[in-house]
């Protein structure tokens, strides 16, 4: 990196009318406003399915309620767990990794901008599609609305025979959509990595962050080809007199599983490696050390990329596969456990010994690192088949799974969110309000989802919008329901912070955390062409080199 | 603008701070004014939180009403030798997991606990550790052992469960997932139900497993009675196997476990363990055909002639429609809609006039008979024994 200070004009607040600037967010290419774009279009769906998820909730609060009909409780359930697989958490780590990877490697921009904006814009309109559901799903009178087959969409459920009208179709088209977005969103994440570092930096030298969203981009072309492949012969199926999944006519229900899970099960280390990335970039900042053994998560990181890819029937221990196929999966599965615990091991190493702050974004990553401890462990039940037998489809998996996503992704994102705020706002967030904003939503979290493994253990299934009295399940749910409320509330003190702290927040100032990364050496927020002068670095910290010119990272890696 | 990085003292090696004199930072002060105060404020938002959680748990607590512990299907709970494998594997893997919550959590709460920043902090960067080898490999081994065991001793279970061969004797079911409700058949012994699956109790002196093949008429279900044996799927055109050997007559709850469609909420399952007398005598009730006296030759008329006929089947009449259960002993079931209401008269008669007020999204239609028609149509019902 440069060594001296780089003097830069200093940008005044837009003044051109509303509509021109809105005209540039539309027609933008630049990966900054981009990511921004995404993040926006990810909160806004996280509010709607929340809502989706509270709705569940209170018809679950009793047995036997009437709040929605079964109709609508399913509505609701696939649309829930629909976007916000891929309309809320796949696009916000998009956008954290669209804002991010070329500030920190140095790059003005991503290798691709115009395929960037394209990715954007076909996720965006999966959603549209999605959600454009509720009005013109209803194809043929009394067949429904919204789609409700569940996120995974279960051959022979789609079939025109129980899935009549057209809200099947607009679940497929979305997904289908959104998936040619993702996909170009994994090719510019790798073509940026690759191509697009500044001087100095080789492959051994990018921080974390970028590592794990190489990782990524390689597992989302991989995986998400699959699903779209699966999506256009679902079209077939449905429209062209196809029997892929139709078993009425021969076809296999099963083989839609194995699509669905050879998709689905990479995709959930495509939404927790990049929530990984966040936690080694923030703890290490915030416990004032480098990260411990960066080679070794490194290498952590592509193992996990390569063995996410076997562990894929795991979720199908129960549609009887052979007991050596069974086996097989058990051991890829506990396998994987291997190198994801190497991971939590050496954060804890980063933070051994540090002077750790405990500001908001290391709270979270905290919570992250406790949440995701019992998630793995609980995954290492799951994923003994015998167990599984028991555990599969019931209330269990949904506490699992839930604790994977918000006690885990979404902890993290929000600690990226506090993290990165200042830079890509110019302003800090208020601490106060990101506290509460901490503690209700952990608070909220256990009641919900600690709570919410008994009934599992009790018999009940999920995806039953009621259950009957007296097995034991209606106290478990009234507390998971109460802890929904807490998660909500939560939520809201976030939404408040942010929007607050956007006018009133403190002017944040280049480098706020005393951090490391390329990011923090340009003003906040960064300028269109992110970096004046190109940097240059020698180690995987070029801000502590600059820090500490006496003592500098270089020496040692 | 100018970008300015702040300028840090000069630092320690790394490895080992040593003793050299260093500037404060210049923002130090204020942070450590900041987190102090922020600090009680956290204790504050805890504090308020923590009591309310622990109200609202003790409010549902006192609020919750009492079950019967054996209506609870519990899988810690196990009857039948697949669920007693499973509890046994289960009790090893949840010590296992115990075990490595309880060092990773400690290391975590000790961190956290005694590497935060002091309020008295000197503002010094800590030693720089970049890691270390050794370490890397103790906790990349020891874990892979984990493992090892962890795998070899579910494969054992996997094949004792799954590979168990049928003895002789075993009773054969053949289990067919409908929207929304079961169906059993009873090959070898002639007998069909539905909904309620009666097995005859097995001991190890004298074991009589009953062995179940799966399979659907529809979408995807899941056979599950957690007390009995993990789920098995229930798929189009995939037969798929199961067996349970209760070892305690009594009554066994389940339900479908696969989202199957609207009513996959109530695709209740019961199984009833009867003593191998009660289990006999059951079969040979079974295996009669409907009797009907005359008194309600006006309501089997009104059966056989409007389309209840097309779904049920009764023996014995021309009643033998498959899309519905068999209606044949009807009587002798507790329930009815798959477990959805108690079987009754006046759940029967209601039922028949309108299955969506007891299952919305019910595949049975709402028969449009006159209070009349439907009087005598229950009366017909409720011989059926």
Same mark, same amino acid.
């Given at each position: 990196m440069s060594s001296e200070t780089i003097a830069l004009s200093t940008v005044g607040p837009d003044a051109r009318p509303i509509g021109e600037r809105l005209h540039d967010w539309i027609v933008t290419v630049d990966h900054k406003k981009l990511g921004i774009l995404y993040i926006l279009y990810a909160l806004f769906f996280l509010v709607v399915a929340g809502i989706e998820a509270i709705i569940m909730r209170i018809q679950l609060i009793v047995p036997h309620n009437h709040f929605v009909s079964p109709q609508i409780f399913n509505r609701m359930m696939t649309m829930h767990g629909t976007t916000m697989i891929f309309f809320m958490v796949m696009p916000i780590l998009f956008g954290f990794g669209t804002y991010l990877i070329p500030l920190m490697i140095g790059a003005?921009?991503? /290798?691709f901008p115009r395929l960037n904006a394209f990715s954007f814009w076909m996720t965006a309109f999966g959603g549209l599609l999605l959600y454009f559901s509720f009005i013109?799903?209803?194809?043929? &009178?009394?067949?429904?609305? /919204?789609?409700?087959?569940? %996120? %995974? /969409? &279960? /051959?022979p459920l789609t079939a025109r025979a129980f899935s009549p009208g057209h809200s099947t179709d607009f679940w497929t088209l979305a997904l289908l959509a959104s998936g040619v977005g993702s996909i170009g969103a994994g090719v510019n994440f790798i073509a940026t990595i690759l191509c697009m570092r500044c001087p100095g930096m080789t492959l051994g030298k990018m921080p974390l962050l970028a590592w794990l969203n190489l990782v990524v981009g390689g597992m989302v072309i991989f995986c998400i080809s699959p699903l779209t492949a699966a999506q256009i012969m679902l079209c077939i199926d449905r429209y062209?007199?196809?029997?892929?999944?139709?078993t009425q006519a021969g076809g296999s229900a099963v083989l839609w599983m194995h699509f669905f899970w050879i998709f689905g099960h990479p995709e959930v280390y495509i939404l927790v490696v990049p929530a990984f990335a966040f936690v080694s970039e923030i703890v290490p900042v915030f416990s004032r050390k480098p990260i411990f053994g960066y080679p070794i998560m490194v290498a952590a990181t592509i193992a996990i990329g390569f063995i996410s890819f076997s562990v894929w029937a795991h979720h199908m221990f129960t549609v009887g596969m052979s007991s050596y196929g069974n086996s097989f999966f058990v051991f890829t599965t506990v396998a994987i456990a291997v190198p994801t615990g190497i991971k939590i091991f050496n954060w804890l190493g980063t933070m051994w010994g540090g002077k750790i702050q405990l500001r908001v974004p290391m709270l979270f990553c905290i919570g992250f690192l406790f949440q995701f401890l019992i998630a793995g462990l609980t995954g290492i039940m799951l994923g003994t088949a015998p167990f599984n037998w028991q555990l599969s489809g019931s209330y269990f998996v949904v506490a699992h799974f839930h604790y994977v996503i918000v006690g885990g992704i979404v902890f993290a994102l929000f600690g990226a969110f506090y993290y990165w705020y200042p830079k890509m706002s110019g302003r800090m967030y208020n601490e106060t309000l990101g506290k509460w904003h901490f503690w209700l939503f952990i608070i909220g979290f256990h009641l919900t989802f600690d709570f919410m493994h008994i009934p599992g253990i009790l018999g009940m299934p999920r995806r039953i919008y009621t259950y009957e009295p007296g097995r034991g399940w209606e106290i478990w749910n009234l507390i998971v329901t109460i802890g929904a409320f807490f998660q909500a509330a939560g939520i809201l003190v976030f939404v408040v912070n942010l929007l607050w702290s956007l006018r009133k927040g403190e002017p944040a100032g280049n480098d706020p955390w005393d951090a490391w990364t390329l990011e923090w050496s340009t003003s906040s927020p960064p300028p269109d062409y992110d970096f004046a002068v190109t940097p240059v670095v020698r180690s995987r910290r070029p801000l502590w080199d600059l820090k500490h010119p006496e003592d500098p990272d270089w020496k040692y890696e | 603008m100018v970008i300015e990085l702040p300028c840090h003292a000069p630092e320690g090696r790394k490895g080992g701070a040593d003793g050299d004199s260093r500037l404060p930072r210049n923002i130090g002060q204020r942070e450590m004014h900041r987190s102090a105060q922020t600090r009680a404020l956290l204790g504050r938002v805890a504090g308020v939180a923590v009591l309310l959680a622990a109200g609202l748990l003790a409010a549902s607590l006192c609020l919750a009403s009492p079950s019967d512990p054996t209506q609870i299907p519990n899988i810690f709970k196990p009857q039948s030798t697949p669920a007693h494998s499973i509890f046994h594997l289960s009790m090893l893997i949840l010590a296992i997991t115990g075990a490595i919550f309880a060092v990773v959590f400690s290391l975590l709460a000790y961190s956290v606990a005694k590497f935060r920043k002091r309020a008295n902090d000197d503002d010094r960067e800590p030693a720089q550790v970049y890691g270390s080898n050794q370490i890397e490999l103790a906790w990349t081994v020891i874990p892979i052992l984990i493992v090892l065991v962890l795998f070899l001793a579910t494969a054992r279970v996997i094949r004792s469960i799954q590979d168990a061969p049928q003895p002789p004797g075993a009773i054969e079911v053949t289990a067919i997932g409908h929207q929304f409700w079961w169906e059993f058949r009873y090959p070898a012994l002639g007998v069909v139900t539905a909904n309620e699956l009666h097995v005859p109790v097995s001991n190890p002196a004298n074991s009589k497993p009953t062995f179940l093949t799966l399979l659907s008429a529809d979408t995807d279900h899941s056979f599950w009675v957690p007390r009995l044996a993990g789920k098995t799927d229930l798929i189009p055109n995939h037969p798929n196997h199961t067996w349970i050997d209760p070892q305690e007559a009594g009554l066994y709850i389940g339900q479908c476990a696969q989202y199957c469609g609207t009513q996959h909420a109530k695709m209740l399952l019961r199984v009833y363990v009867d003593s191998p007398e009660q289990f006999k005598q059951w079969v040979e009730e079974q295996k009669k055909p409907a009797v009907s006296t005359d008194a309600v030759a006006e309501g089997r008329r009104i059966f056989e002639t409007t389309a209840c006929v097309n779904c049920h089947a009764v023996a014995g009449t021309v009643a033998n429609g498959?899309?519905?259960? @068999?209606?044949?002993?009807?009587?002798?079931? @507790?329930?009815?809609a798959s477990g959805a209401a108690s079987n009754s008269e006046e759940n029967l008669r209601a039922w028949i006039q309108s299955p969506d007020s007891f299952k919305p999204g019910s595949l049975m239609p709402a028969m449009q008979l006159t209070d009349h028609d439907l009087d005598a149509l229950t009366a017909y019902l409720v011989t059926l024994r």
């Open positions: 003005r921009d991503m /290798a013109g799903g209803n194809g043929l &009178y009394g067949a429904g609305t /919204a789609p409700d087959v569940g %996120w %995974w /969409a &279960y /051959a062209l007199g196809g029997h892929f999944f139709d | 498959r899309f519905g259960p @068999d209606l044949t002993h009807l009587m002798s079931r @507790d329930t009815i």
